[in-house]
């Protein structure tokens, strides 16, 4: 037996245990471990390789081929496949597994031996029976072994398994053979497997994606367009891009169920009974309004319960309603001219507000059946239908007629009913109303200030007198207005008067029936001054009295600041900690010297003493109000002018609250203008003032001319260089350490909350979910309840509500990131929810292109899920200020340093990672995430410890991939240790 067959029979006596592995982005051309049958490859000369079939522990053959000419001189052994059809690839990979033996472990070996065998492959349209050439073949590589055997491995029944995978294409011809030459080796060829990438199908985001053959070329994208799901609708045109990896990258665009369906684990799915959806987009469906119902699934919209009804212009997110009930307490008041109805609204107004009432009246005869419709002979002021208020006066009425008047109530769903409507109803006979005159008015003294006048009760009526109106005005201004007092008595005295001025009066009754008519003018006048002596008796006391209260009023002022000196201690050491802040603040000290202290607007009883205190009111004659620019939360935003008496005029933004406000919306509209009022700094929106006595209510900024850095940034895409960009970033966090020296946290720090203005000068504002920091530096705010923004908030944020100058430091981070991408979305289309999942998953904000390393690893520093990791905003201004003094700080860009990656022995800095994620996909290796994270490697530290036997062990085969992530594992440790020695100070 020679010894290549020794060789042969050691083999299958030790026989091989393959890992059959599955990769949804691979489809396989050829795995010789998974064919049933034999192969029937080719081998020149006949006696060169063997053909060898086993079959493994779980029973499934091994189909190996195997060749030991060692013993002889100038080999040229060659195995050839079947022809292999290529299907859609353009670039095929041949994995192959395979032993080798050691030539200096052969005794009685030569020179001949070799370790190392050649790889070669034929493109052809179809299989043919044409005699083997060899030079017909295209040599793809050299394979050498990672790993080879030994005689003592052999007694140890260990075979160490090699596995090289390498690259062909383009491929142009339908199909291909396979061929290996031997030139004296000692080989055992395991398995085979020949496969092609594909990024497979996909769901993202309510759309599907086929399967996708990448291109050939590594740098060239496969732009791939999606289709929604099934009762989905296109929002943007839904896409994604295949690498040439077979991973989809870049989504952009998205599906959103249509109306009646909601998205449910990445499908859209029916609106269950009971709910509804009246549009399309990416909400749940919602509950049924009041007094609706929807009976099946998928309803876009639900039906009104018996008796109510939706109006035409209604939403269908408007509850039901009905008609309202009638009128209540309808009453009259009737004189000699006019009849007046008034009568209060109704009891149940079916739940809308669009409540008008109409008139009808009808004129009756003595029989019952002599009635008929009178509106076109009287008059009704302000008119008999539409009406918006519970009163209408009727004029031209005939005297000793009876009037019966119905008064019905109608909103927007009164003409739907069929039901017939309920009024509320009046008679009124005119005989009531007739002169009850009183006798003459007559003057009984008079005084400077005042009347007194007297009258005689009407002889003859009929109806009880109910009280008399006095009318007076002054006689000189009769046709500007008058004046009216009641009394029950037939004598009043009138006061308030003007000295020696003449005054006209005249008096009516009040019955149950109504009002009469005025008796006849009088005309009265007050006495002089001088006429009365009385009245300088009056003032000399007046003046008396003053004196001496003035007098005691210096004796009580006096001795309670001596007590209040002596006992103010007292009061302080009682306050609490808010009150001594804001004591402090309102006597012009702070527990630091220099720095002054926030005060929460909250802490007091009475918001608007804030507001008094912070702020400064300005004339509202002053502000002239230009244009609208916007629409903020409680109202219209316009630009302006503002005109200060000895001063230039300047340009402002004014807020405005909208009308219809309640009390709440006013407080928590002008909280915002006391935060604002207590900050001076150059990169903090600056407070004019406040307009609050007069409407509309106001607050007046100064004026940013390029509005939001994010719309700004946008709209001006390229046009900065990295030294603009830098400063921009300089002045927000110049701001934002400003802010956390005063002990405050701004909460929604966001590129949209930063305003421009004409000098590139970056300012922070809007204030809105704003809250003071307790003197703890490790306190944070926490709130119950409120809007969050995901993607500027940190995690504890998010998770705990948990906010702190350490979270608005999370904030500058993705600031920063939408700077340097010219203001794109963070986190681009994803849902808040998977923004929330692949940060706690250690997933970061890439670099946007274009940016400098240095910038990048400020930005990963301030998204540390650990916040007492994170920057201070002191040290970010010190370190932006370190790069604008060395600008060739910021020419290392992120993407040069990623081509670490595929070269890991140049001298460069390594870029510094959040998470193992992160560094994963820099070095392309994100497959093995999952393996990492099994074995127990969390961080980076423990990853740089590692060795390649490590990597291994957590399951990383292929020879290829355990070089690249041993190679960059050393880097990391490397770059790991410069950090720990010289300190990472920003």
């Given at each position: 037996m020679s010894f290549g067959n020794r060789f042969v029979l050691v083999s299958l006596f030790l026989g091989f245990s393959l890992t059959r592995l599955s990769y949804s982005n691979q489809v396989v051309l050829l795995d010789t471990t998974s064919v049933l049958g034999e192969l029937g490859w080719k081998t020149y000369p006949i006696n060169g390789w063997d053909a060898i079939t086993e079959m493994d522990e779980q029973n499934r053959p091994i189909h190996t081929f195997q060749v030991c000419n060692v013993m002889e001189p100038n080999q040229n052994n060659w195995l050839r496949s079947n022809w292999i059809s290529r299907q859609a690839a353009q670039k095929i990979y041949v994995e192959l597994r395979f032993t080798l033996r050691d030539c200096n472990s052969i005794p009685w070996v030569s020179g001949t031996c070799k370790e190392t065998f050649n790889l070669f492959y034929h493109e052809t349209d179809e299989a043919h029976s044409v005699k083997f050439k060899p030079p017909q073949y295209t040599k793809i590589d050299t394979i050498a072994a990672d790993e080879s055997f030994t005689q003592m491995d052999l007694g140890d029944r260990i075979l160490k398994l090699n596995t090289e995978v390498r690259e062909v294409g383009p491929m142009t011809r339908k199909g291909f053979y396979l061929a290996f030459q031997d030139i004296g080796a000692c080989i055992a060829l395991v398995s085979v497997r020949i496969y092609y990438k594909k990024c497979p199908f996909t769901l993202r985001n309510l759309a599907s994606f086929p399967d996708t053959v990448p291109r050939v070329d590594s740098s060239s994208l496969v732009e791939v367009r999606g289709a929604c799901v099934d009762h989905a609708e296109e929002r943007d045109t839904p896409k994604l891009f295949?690498?040439?990896?077979?991973?989809?990258?870049?989504?952009?665009?998205?599906?959103?169920?249509?109306?009646?369906?909601?998205?449910?684990?990445?499908?859209?799915a029916a609106c269950r009974p009971g709910f509804y959806k009246a549009f399309a987009g990416n909400t749940k469906c919602s509950k049924c309004p009041?007094?609706?119902?929807?009976?099946?699934?998928?309803?876009?919209?639900?039906?009104?319960?018996?008796?109510?009804?939706?109006?035409?212009?209604?939403?269908?997110?408007?509850?039901?309603?009905?008609?309202?009930?009638?009128?209540?307490?309808?009453?009259?008041n009737l004189n000699d001219t006019c009849l007046m109805l008034e009568w209060s609204p109704p009891g149940d107004n079916g739940g809308?507000?669009?409540?008008?009432?109409?008139?009808?009246?009808?004129?009756?005869?003595?029989?019952?059946?002599?009635?008929?419709?009178?509106?076109?002979?009287?008059?009704?002021?302000?008119?008999?239908?539409?009406?918006?208020?519970?009163?209408?006066?009727?004029?031209?009425?005939?005297?000793?007629?009876?009037?019966?008047?119905?008064?019905?109530?109608?909103?927007?769903?009164?003409?739907?009913?069929?039901?017939?409507?309920?009024?509320?109803?009046?008679?009124?006979?005119?005989?009531?109303?007739?002169?009850?005159?009183?006798?003459?008015?007559?003057?009984?003294?008079?005084?400077?200030?005042?009347?007194?006048?007297?009258?005689?009760?009407?002889?003859?009526?009929?109806?009880?007198?109910?009280?008399?109106e006095i009318k007076y005005y002054e006689k000189e201004h009769e046709q500007l207005s008058y004046s009216s007092t009641r009394t029950k008595a037939p004598s009043v005295i009138i006061?308030?008067?003007?000295?020696?001025?003449?005054?006209?009066?005249?008096?009516?009754?009040?019955?149950?029936?109504?009002?009469?008519?005025?008796?006849?003018?009088?005309?009265?006048?007050?006495?002089?001054?001088?006429?009365?002596?009385?009245?300088?008796?009056?003032?000399?006391?007046?003046?008396?009295?003053?004196?001496v209260g003035g007098f005691t009023l210096l004796v009580i002022l006096t001795l309670f600041l001596l007590i209040t000196g002596r006992c103010q201690w007292y009061f302080k050491a009682k306050m609490s900690p808010e009150e001594k802040r804001?004591?402090?603040?309102?006597?012009?000290?702070?527990?630091?010297?220099?720095?002054?202290?926030?005060?929460?607007?909250?802490?007091?009883?009475?918001?608007?003493?804030?507001?008094?205190?912070?702020?400064?009111?300005?004339?509202?004659?002053?502000?002239?109000?230009?244009?609208?620019?916007?629409?903020?939360?409680?109202?219209?935003?316009?630009?302006?002018?503002?005109?200060?008496?000895?001063?230039?005029?300047?340009?402002?933004?004014?807020?405005?609250?909208?009308?219809?406000?309640?009390?709440?919306?006013?407080?928590?509209?002008?909280?915002?203008?006391?935060?604002?009022?207590?900050?001076?700094?150059?990169?903090?929106?600056?407070?004019?003032?406040?307009?609050?006595?007069?409407?509309?209510?106001?607050?007046?900024?100064?004026?940013?001319?390029?509005?939001?850095?994010?719309?700004?940034?946008?709209?001006?895409?390229?046009?900065?260089?990295?030294?603009?960009?830098?400063?921009?970033?300089?002045?927000?966090?110049?701001?934002?350490?400003?802010?956390?020296?005063?002990?405050?946290?701004?909460?929604?720090?966001?590129?949209?909350?930063?305003?421009?203005?004409?000098?590139?000068?970056?300012?922070?504002?809007?204030?809105?979910?704003?809250?003071?920091?307790?003197?703890?530096?490790?306190?944070?705010?926490?709130?119950?309840?409120?809007?969050?923004?995901?993607?500027?908030?940190?995690?504890?944020?998010?998770?705990?509500?948990?906010?702190?100058?350490?979270?608005?430091?999370?904030?500058?981070?993705?600031?920063?990131?939408e700077v340097m991408s010219y203001g794109e979305r963070p986190y681009w289309e994803m849902s808040n929810q998977d923004v929330i999942l692949s940060i706690e998953e250690g997933y970061r904000l890439p670099a946007p292109m274009g940016c400098p390393v240095a910038l990048h690893q400020l930005m990963l520093h301030c998204w540390?899920?650990?916040?007492?990791?994170?920057?201070?905003?002191?040290?970010?201004?010190?370190?932006?200020?370190?790069?604008?003094?060395?600008?060739?700080?910021?020419?290392?860009?992120v993407e040069d340093i990623q081509s670490l990656a595929e070269s890991p022995g140049e001298d460069m800095d390594y870029p510094m990672f959040i998470s193992i994620g992160d560094w994963?996909?820099?070095?392309?290796?994100?497959?093995?995430?999952?393996?990492?994270?099994?074995?127990?490697?969390?961080?980076?530290?423990?990853?740089a410890r590692m060795s390649i036997e490590d990597v291994r062990r957590i399951g990383v085969e292929l020879i290829g991939h355990q070089r690249r992530i041993s190679s960059s594992v050393q880097t990391l440790g490397l770059q790991l240790l410069h950090e720990q020695e010289k300190g990472f100070h920003v």
């Open positions: 295949c690498g040439a990896d077979g991973d989809w990258l870049v989504p952009l665009g998205r599906c959103v169920c249509s109306l009646a369906y909601e998205e449910i684990d990445g499908s859209c009041p007094h609706s119902i929807s009976y099946g699934e998928g309803a876009a919209i639900c039906r009104c319960e018996t008796g109510f009804f939706r109006a035409e212009r209604d939403p269908p997110t408007m509850a039901c309603t009905r008609p309202p009930s009638p009128p209540r307490n309808l009453m009259f809308r507000r669009d409540l008008t009432y109409n008139v009808q009246c009808k004129r009756c005869g003595p029989e019952p059946d002599q009635c008929h419709f009178c509106e076109e002979e009287l008059r009704f002021l302000p008119r008999p239908s539409g009406l918006t208020n519970g009163t209408v006066t009727v004029m031209d009425f005939s005297a000793h007629a009876n009037y019966t008047f119905e008064i019905e109530s109608l909103n927007g769903v009164s003409d739907m009913s069929s039901f017939p409507r309920q009024v509320a109803i009046v008679t009124v006979s005119t005989d009531q109303a007739g002169p009850s005159l009183v006798g003459t008015l007559k003057k009984d003294w008079a005084s400077p200030n005042s009347i007194a006048l007297s009258w005689q009760q009407p002889e003859q009526t009929t109806l009880l007198i109910l009280d008399y006061s308030g008067l003007i000295p020696a001025t003449w005054y006209v009066f005249c008096v009516r009754t009040r019955t149950p029936a109504g009002y009469s008519s005025y008796t006849p003018k009088y005309e009265y006048k007050t006495t002089g001054d001088s006429s009365d002596i009385a009245s300088d008796q009056g003032q000399v006391l007046v003046i008396v009295t003053a004196a804001r004591t402090d603040y309102q006597n012009g000290h702070a527990p630091f010297p220099g720095i002054k202290t926030y005060v929460d607007p909250d802490t007091y009883e009475d918001p608007t003493q804030a507001v008094h205190e912070f702020t400064k009111e300005i004339d509202p004659s002053r502000i002239r109000i230009e244009r609208v620019i916007g629409a903020g939360e409680f109202g219209e935003v316009c630009s302006g002018r503002l005109r200060t008496p000895g001063k230039k005029e300047i340009a402002v933004a004014i807020k405005t609250l909208k009308g219809g406000y309640v009390e709440r919306q006013r407080r928590d509209f002008l909280r915002e203008a006391s935060i604002m009022g207590q900050f001076d700094h150059p990169n903090i929106i600056r407070l004019e003032g406040v307009v609050t006595k007069s409407r509309p209510v106001m607050i007046v900024v100064e004026y940013m001319e390029n509005g939001s850095l994010d719309s700004f940034l946008r709209q001006h895409d390229g046009h900065f260089t990295v030294i603009q960009l830098v400063g921009m970033l300089r002045g927000i966090a110049s701001g934002m350490k400003y802010l956390s020296d005063m002990g405050y946290v701004h909460r929604d720090l966001a590129a949209r909350n930063i305003l421009v203005n004409s000098n590139l000068v970056c300012k922070v504002s809007d204030f809105g979910l704003s809250r003071v920091l307790e003197d703890d530096p490790e306190a944070a705010y926490t709130t119950t309840g409120g809007k969050i923004p995901i993607r500027w908030t940190a995690p504890e944020a998010i998770s705990y509500r948990k906010f702190s100058s350490a979270s608005d430091a999370w904030s500058y981070g993705i600031v920063m990131w540390q899920k650990e916040r007492s990791h994170r920057p201070k905003f002191t040290d970010v201004v010190s370190f932006l200020d370190k790069l604008i003094r060395n600008p060739s700080s910021l020419l290392p860009l994963l996909d820099a070095i392309k290796m994100s497959q093995y995430k999952s393996n990492f994270m099994a074995a127990g490697y969390n961080t980076l530290d423990s990853v």
